[in-house]
RNA sequence: GGAGAGGUGGCAGAGCCUGGCUGAAUGCGCCGCACUCGAAAUGCGGUAUGGUCAUUGACCAUCGGGGGUUCGAAUCCCUCCCUCUCCGCCA
């Protein structure tokens, strides 16, 4: 959430800030919304002050045995018109609420401008493409012809976009989960977190998920809990209405989760196999970090990312989005993106943004400065590290073998237990 | 599912019955000063957050959320939320 104060204060940085994000926004409208309410906050503040050295006279002139009846009186014409007041205020402040809260977050000075995916920029690219000199197969083929997952199945349990992994379909998922969440404990310092998988609404609200983009959660009507598209959701939480300490950041976490997204709307090819599902798991990393750092940080967030995909042998890129690609809550993000032999393009496998204290905000995460003891809000940073599905499919497809095998990567085999798939 | 207890500042914890210098005792923590070669201990002082207006500063709000009673609410009433304990059920 952007403060009023800043909306103020610089109306056009953050109205070039949104509009390059693609918000067309009259904040006009906001600014004349928050000037009647600050005036009237003025009137109110007034009337109370009045009101309160009133009531502090009656009670000395009870204590003193006296007869307050007269200024009793006078009073109650004033509480009445403080009480009308408040609510005219309250109605402004609840509409004041719900424009702000769904404002975007303005994108940092260094993000390139653009409008849309085809203004991201390449940052860099690691590894080559893997070459083949026979006809190679997609990651569906080999999946199913080695029974790793069973798309039939899973559709006759829980519709399309659940994916059923069976053997050793499983066992890679399992192995890829506890690799990745051991790979960011052991080296880059994260303490580990398992998380609820459901949630509060304040929790997506925290994130930026709601009251924006409500239809794209799972929600559990009858105990209002939300199913969590990203472990970010609960952990970013983990310190709603705190107050850390400055000597205890940064604060790393990663955790796997489950992740559930509705996805509604998107259908055709791209929702193929284990493209584009509505269940997936991943492992997440997350940090509480001083607004000076987290810059710094993000670039560290990217490189923790590439660690995995790296220590795996898979060919992947580092694209900065571009202003209009950006999320909601981000001022800033990088996507990995995996190369897939069979789609021959590239997947996004993770997404590493500052939030800077837009999600710190909406959460009332803050921090005590060691210098002044004041405090503030932390910066959040969060990263995929990363995201399994598309991880499975550059995966199988990248180091599948003439006779329809997979070779496992060999930092992979101690979780796995093999060498080779099939 | 049934019964009960409780939500107060960075933390712990009084105050609520009996409404009025209580924005909130006390302790811990933290900061400053003194003592000390230094530290510990001790002593003294300070130490919530947010907002409005303003030059220093003034004022206002906030004791889980909302509403009500009242000149005045942490304190009384209603309501919602949350947490904990016990019993039952259960992986």
């Known amino acids: ?164 992994f069976t053997g050793q379909g499983a066992k890679l998922e399992r192995a890829l989960i506890n690799f990745m969440l051991d790979y960011h404990l052991d080296h880059h310092g994260y303490t580990e977190i398992f998380p609820p998988f459901l949630t509060r ?70 929702t193929r196999g284990l493209l584009r599902v509505h269940q997936f798991n991943k492992v997440e990393m997350v940090k509480f970090v001083t607004p000076e750092s987290s810059y710094e940080e993000l670039e560290l967030l990217v490189t923790h990312a590439e660690a995995i995909l790296q220590t795996l042998g898979l060919h992947y890129r580092v694209i900065e989005l571009c202003t209009g690609d950006l999320s909601f809550s981000a001022a800033k993000c990088y996507d990995l993106e995996v190369w897939s032999p069979a789609e021959n393009t590239w997947l996004e496998v993770s997404s590493c943004s500052n939030f800077e204290d837009f999600q710190a905000r909406r959460g009332n995460i803050r921090y005590r400065r060691s210098s002044n003891h004041k405090t503030d809000f932390v910066h959040t940073l969060n990263g995929s590290g990363v995201a399994t599905p598309r991880l499975t499919v550059a995966l199988l497809e990248s180091y599948q073998t003439p006779d329809g095998k997979v070779i496992v990567p060999k930092a992979l085999q101690p979780y796995v237990g093999t060498e080779v798939l099939g």
């Not at 940092?108 to 653009?114: L, N």
């Not at 994130?207 to 609960?234: H, N, R, S, W």
């Not at 790393?252 to 998107?266: K, L, Q, V």
């Open 201 to 270: 609404g304040s929790a997506p609200f925290t994130c930026g998920q709601l009251p924006k983009f409500a239809e794209d959660m799972y929600f559990t009507g009858k105990d209002e809990l939300y199913l969590i598209p990203t472990a970010e959701v609960p952990v970013t939480n983990i310190h709603k209405d705190e107050i850390l300490e400055e000597q205890d950041l940064p604060k790393y976490y990663t955790a796997y989760s489950a992740c559930f997204r509705r996805e509604a709307g998107s259908y055709g090819k791209e």
């Open 1 to 164: 959430m952007l403060s009023l104060s800043r909306i103020r204060e610089n109306t056009d940085a953050v109205q070039k800030g949104v509009s390059l994000k693609g918000e067309d926004i009259d904040f006009s409208l906001l600014l004349n919304l928050d000037e009647q309410h600050r005036k009237l906050l003025t009137e109110i503040n007034d009337l109370r002050a009045k009101r309160n050295r009133a009531s502090e006279e009656i009670a000395n002139v009870k204590r003193a045995g006296g007869d307050a009846v007269e200024a009793i009186t006078a009073m109650r014409e004033v509480g009445e018109q403080i009480k009308s007041l408040e609510s005219e205020a309250d109605d402004l402040q609840e509409k004041i609420k719900s424009t702000v809260e769904v404002i975007p977050n303005v994108p940092h000075e260094s993000v390139p401008i653009g409008s849309s995916e085809k203004d991201n920029k390449v940052v860099r690219e690691w590894g080559e493409k893997p070459e083949f000199d026979y006809t190679i197969k997609d990651h569906i083929e080999i999946g199913t012809s080695l029974r790793l997952f069973d798309f039939e199945r899973s559709a006759k349990i829980s519709g399309t976009g659940f994916p059923l």
